[in-house]
């Protein structure tokens, strides 16, 4: 199934709107290391302008996690984080097209709409293990590849960007 | 169209149903293939290598880089450096794990460059991950193994990319052969489409023509049907009805809708005659006899809507389809036509019984007339005779030419009348021409003298005996003469006789009458053998005829198969001829008369003084014939019946018997048979004396045993003849004139005219009558024969019997052999007698053999 991510979005905006709008000058600013920064259109912030992310602040939010195999991985594991749909409610994004960096400067774009409610996800944890920078972490921009044979294409795994630590939302 | 090339195209087009068959699963296999090795390019991140590879590179390059400057400016921050080593160490772990390389079956040409870079990780990560104090004097090397590993890292993935290049184009290449296959298979489909297309096409344009064609003939066929004057009806092998066109609806009054699906039983076929067509019908379809179908026009009894029964001619014809045998009547209505044909037949016997009341009438008149008559001309001749004076003879010849004329007249009118009525007979018997027509000469020589004429006769050549019938050539011969004599004056008439043709069994005889006279003109020449033809009214007047007497000789002359006809010139005289075919008489000898005048020709002082008896019971024919007798110069006894007529010639011998035949009391036929049963006459002479002239009744005569006929009115010269022939020869009148010669077994004239008078069926009966009686009677005979002379009487009978039998029926061996007999017994010559009963029973089974044979063979 095909979801529209506006007509979701705009669905969670409806039941959970008011909880939103009223934690979003509350996100808290991270206390440890930051490990992911949301920046552009987004309405809710914690520091100049930008949603910075530690470890405690990611998993404050809805946690979600599935098991799958990967081209670039032997056998199948299973990733825990938050999706990426929950992310972006969470920072209140209001562009269209969301702009993904790594740690070596290796950078994805995409359209929100392609943002479906199962997918992708923000992984930091593999079998229940932190992701080191040397094993793809700390974040996995990940997809369900075995539930989804729309998932197992070319353009899908172009935007698998691991050792993420950077995202922008251009209107 | 064959049936060849149906089949042919059948198995055509089976063949393309197999290959569509074919050539579908190929391209559907294909298209799996297809999809496959699609999904498979979609899957499989061929081009992530690529980058993954190049990107090793890049991640090394920014290592060495943060190496470098590390030793260039010593206490500078580690952090970017231990990151750079911790990016680089993924991405090379992710190549020498090699789970996406293996895949792509290059890791025989990365396989030692995986190696070197898990080597270099193993052996750097202790170092970056120690501290400072340990990795800052580490730097220098680290730098150089780092360019080291760079150069090598370069030499091997190049080979790398350029061996995963040839793996793509591979890859690619295989593809596009599935691809062209694909095509070509599709190629494949569309052409066995095609052709199948144009297969369907064709048998299509041939079922559409065919059905055109089945259209075309099956409404032909319905009008054909339809507009057939004779009722169609069409039945299936359980009698219901297929098909009934409009003429059947008109004969049988049912409509087309009520009689399709019908029984035929109930429809049109009688009650009574539905049991035998179930019959029938079951019979048929048991594969048994046909006895109506393609049996040709058979009528029959149909019946209505409204029950009415009516005749019907049908055929009936069969034909086997593929629905079954079907059973097609062409019916007709005849009722019409029988009630046609009935009315005509009703018509026609009326119309027959009409003509046979008129020659009834006829022969009535006839007969009433010609008694009278009979009685007025002998009394004047007798009266004639007496003394008178020149008034009294002027008057007496006036009444006496006026009488004959009236003769002639009735004569004329019943011959006239009996042919046209078709019963004119001809009699054909044995006849000696050359005697004949010097008879009539002598007849006709005096009434020619009278005209101061001349009568000559000539015959050219001898002639035998032949058949014909001698009064009817009396009668056209007597007719030439009369004419002759009466349109000439003191001239000559000259008869010639000539045979010619002859052959062995037959001749044609050729009379001509020649005479001086005033002739005809050319112009009347044509018609004088039309009816009620006088050519010259004052000469008619003159000559008294009726204008009947050619006409006669003309039919006569026909009626024996002759040719008539007359050469003539006005005032040159006229030459009238007769030719007839004859058959010879089988045996006979050649006679030339060479003076038959002579011996003929004073009848009167012949035979004068015989003794004759008269029997007759009209008083004015006894009168007249006494009279006439005297006149002649016999002796006369008179008998006023037949009884006194037996009793008189029991007690004394007569040289002549002149027998009445109407008479009451006992007839003329009675009276002789008693006559000649015994007494002092029963050999003499017995001649019958009649107004009675048919053919049958002579031989009735005959039988009874009388002698000769003499027809009424008589004339003295008639009278005279008879006498004389009685003289001349004593032998009985008709029978057996030639003694010697054995007659046929059958007289095919007689049996001829039998027939004709009585009719197959008739003959048949008769013959058969005579067939069965005649054995026993045959055996009584030969038994009275051995009493010998004991029963005389029966015996005579039974011969007398016999004989008239035989001869009624023409068998003329028996009838002579029986007559001879029967003459013999009366004779008392037992010694003929017994010759006679000789060799009874062989001629007795020949004949009725020859008899069997002729009535089988068809009547001529």
Redesign the interface.
């Known amino acids: 199934m095909k979801l529209d991510f506006r007509t979701a979005t705009m669905a969670l905006s409806i039941v959970m709107g008011g909880a939103l709008s009223a934690s979003a000058s509350d996100l808290a600013p991270p206390g440890g290391e930051v490990i992911l920064t949301v920046t552009g259109a987004i309405g809710t912030t914690n520091s100049d302008g930008a949603a910075r992310f530690d470890m405690d602040l990611l998993t404050s939010l809805p946690q979600h996690s599935f098991t799958t195999s990967t081209i670039w991985t032997e056998g199948t594991n299973t990733y825990s984080g938050v999706l990426l749909k929950d992310l972006l409610a969470a920072v209140g994004a209001t562009g269209t097209t969301v702009n993904a960096t790594a740690l070596n400067d290796y950078q994805i774009n995409f359209p929100v709409a392609d943002v479906a409610a199962d997918a992708p996800l923000v992984a930091y944890l593999v079998d229940g293990e932190p992701m080191s920078v040397r094993d793809k972490g700390p974040l996995w921009l990940i997809f369900p590849f075995d539930s989804n044979a729309s998932y197992r294409t070319e353009e899908t795994y172009a935007r698998s960007i691991w050792q993420m630590d950077r995202l922008s939302l251009a209107e | 169209m064959t049936a060849g090339q149906i089949s042919r195209q059948r198995w055509f087009r089976l063949g393309l149903y197999g290959l569509l068959v074919l050539v579908v699963g190929l391209v559907l296999a294909l298209g799996q293939q297809v999809v496959d090795q699609l999904?498979a390019l979609?899957?499989?991140?061929l081009?992530?290598v690529n980058w993954n590879i190049t990107?090793l590179e890049?991640?090394l390059v920014?290592f060495q880089a943060e190496v470098d400057l590390a030793v260039a400016l010593p206490g500078r921050d580690l952090t970017e450096l231990r990151?750079r080593f911790?990016?680089f160490?993924?991405r090379g772990?992710?190549l020498a794990?090699g789970?996406?390389l293996s895949r792509l079956d290059v890791s025989q040409s990365i396989g030692p460059i995986t190696t070197q870079i898990a080597e270099f990780l193993d052996a750097t990560a202790p170092l970056i991950d120690g501290p400072e104090e340990d990795l800052l004097p580490a730097l220098p090397r680290l730098s150089d193994e780092t360019r080291r590993m760079r150069i090598d890292l370069r030499v091997g993935l190049i080979k790398v990319v350029a061996e995963f290049a040839a793996m793509a184009d591979e890859r690619r290449a295989s593809f596009g052969q599935v691809l062209i296959r694909l095509a070509a298979a599709t190629l494949a489909l569309v052409a066995v489409l095609a052709a199948l297309l144009f297969s369907l096409v064709r048998v299509n344009r041939q079922a559409e023509r065919r059905s055109a064609e089945t259209q075309r003939v099956s409404s032909r066929l319905a009008a054909t049907v339809g507009t057939s004057l004779d009722g169609v009806v069409v039945a299936g092998s359980d009698g219901r009805v297929i098909d009934f066109n409009a003429a059947a609806e008109g004969i049988f009054g049912y409509t087309r809708a009520e009689a399709i699906g019908s029984d035929m039983a109930d429809l049109i076929i009688p009650k009574q005659h539905v049991k035998a067509h179930r019959a029938g019908m079951e019979r048929i379809r048991a594969g048994g006899p046909k006895h109506v179908v393609d049996a040709g026009r058979i009528q029959i009894t149909a019946v209505r809507k409204s029950r009415e029964e009516f005749p019907v001619e049908l055929s009936i014809a069969e034909n086997t389809g593929p629905n079954g045998t079907i059973y097609i009547a062409y019916v007709r209505d005849i009722s019409d036509r029988l009630a046609a044909e009935r009315a005509l037949t009703t018509a026609r016997d009326e119309a027959l019984a009409a003509e046979k009341a008129k020659t009834n009438f006829m022969a009535v008149v006839s007969h009433e007339m010609r008694t009278p008559l009979n009685g007025v001309m002998a009394a004047l001749e007798i009266a004639s005779r007496a003394p008178a004076d020149a008034r009294q003879s002027r008057f007496l010849g006036i009444a006496r030419a006026s009488a004959e004329q009236l003769l002639q007249h009735v004569n004329g009118v019943l011959d006239i009348s009996k042919i046209e009525a078709g019963q004119l007979v001809i009699n054909p018997e044995d006849v000696d021409l050359g005697v004949l027509v010097a008879s009539i000469c002598d007849t006709m020589r005096p009434v020619a003298a009278e005209r101061g004429n001349t009568l000559h006769l000539h015959q050219l050549a001898p002639l035998p005996m032949v058949r014909g019938d001698a009064f009817r050539i009396r009668q056209v011969l007597e007719s030439f003469l009369s004419n002759a004599i009466k349109f000439t004056s003191d001239g000559s008439v000259t008869v010639e006789l000539e045979p010619q043709d002859e052959t062995d069994t037959s001749l044609v005889a050729e009379i001509r009458v020649t005479d001086t006279g005033i002739g005809i003109s050319e112009a009347d020449l044509g018609r004088v053998f039309e009816e009620f033809v006088m050519l010259d009214p004052s000469y008619g007047r003159e000559a008294g005829g009726t204008g009947l007497g050619l006409a006669i000789a003309r039919r006569l002359t026909e009626a024996m198969g002759g040719t008539i006809g007359v050469e003539s010139e006005a005032g040159e005289g006229s030459c009238f001829w007769i030719r007839l075919p004859m058959q010879k008489r089988a045996g006979s000898a050649r006679t030339t008369r060479p003076e038959p005048a002579a011996r003929v020709s004073a009848p009167t002082g012949a035979a004068e003084g015989l003794d004759v008896l008269v029997v007759e019971d009209n008083a004015t024919n006894r009168i007249v014939l006494e009279e006439l007798l005297r006149t002649l110069g016999h002796r006369v006894t008179l008998a006023v019946d037949g009884a006194e007529g037996v009793k008189r010639a029991r007690a004394h011998r007569h040289d002549v018997i002149l027998m009445d035949i109407s008479m009451p009391v006992l007839d003329g036929i009675a009276a002789t048979r008693l006559i000649r049963e015994m007494g002092k006459s029963r050999h003499c002479r017995i001649i019958a004396v009649t107004a009675h002239t048919l053919p049958d009744e002579l031989a009735r005569f005959r039988a009874a045993g009388m002698d000769g006929c003499l027809t009424k009115p008589i004339s003295s010269a008639e009278l005279a003849a008879v006498l004389v022939m009685g003289q001349e020869d004593a032998a009985p009148v008709g029978t057996g004139a030639d003694p010697d010669a054995e007659p046929p077994l059958i007289d095919p004239e007689r049996t001829a005219d039998l027939r004709s008078a009585i009719g197959e069926d008739g003959f048949a009966r008769a013959l058969a009558r005579f067939a069965g009686d005649g054995p026993a009677k045959i055996a009584a005979l030969q038994a009275l024969a051995a009493a010998g002379p004991r029963d005389r009487e029966a015996t005579l009978a039974l011969c007398h019997e016999l004989a008239g039998a035989a001869g009624t029926l023409g068998t003329a061996r028996l009838h002579a052999r029986m007559a001879a007999a029967e003459t013999a017994l009366r004779e008392g010559d037992m010694a003929a007698f017994s010759g006679a009963m000789e060799g009874l029973s062989d001629l007795w089974r020949d004949t009725t053999a020859a008899m069997a044979a002729a009535v089988t063979a068809p009547h001529v």
């Open positions: 999904s979609r899957e499989e991140p081009d992530n990107q890049l991640d920014r990151k911790d990016l160490y993924s772990r992710l794990r789970s996406m």
